[in-house]
């Protein structure tokens, strides 16, 4: 072996060493996105639909079970209603960047049905 060779025997290992961490951030990074995008889809549909069913002269409980049906269990439901017209807004936890909570939010509002 040349000493050429004896000297760079181990730098991929020492290259991986160095660049694995970075790209295990970068896909904790695209996932958690990822998941925020997600979140925002779903609390949106959620929002639009309580928003009809409310228009529709829905009862609030009924509202609240339609919009958490779609955005999920733990989402945060509001109803309000204003002048003949209905607000509904959810929101909900996706995760935390460095102790800070993500909240995906959403509101829709609908013309109430005569």
Known sequence: MTTAGRRDRGSVTAELAVGLPAVVLLLVALLTVASAAVAQTRCTDAARAGARSAAL?????????????????????????????????????????????????ASAVARAEP
């Not at 209603?81 to 959810?90: C, D, F, I, K």
């Open 57 to 105: 002269g829905e009862a609030d409980g009924t509202v609240v079970a339609t919009a958490r049906r779609l955005a999920g269990e733990g989402a945060a439901v509001a109803v309000s209603r204003s002048e003949g017209w209905v607000t509904v807004t959810v929101s909900d936890a996706v995760g935390s960047w460095q102790g800070t909570p993500l909240r995906a939010h």
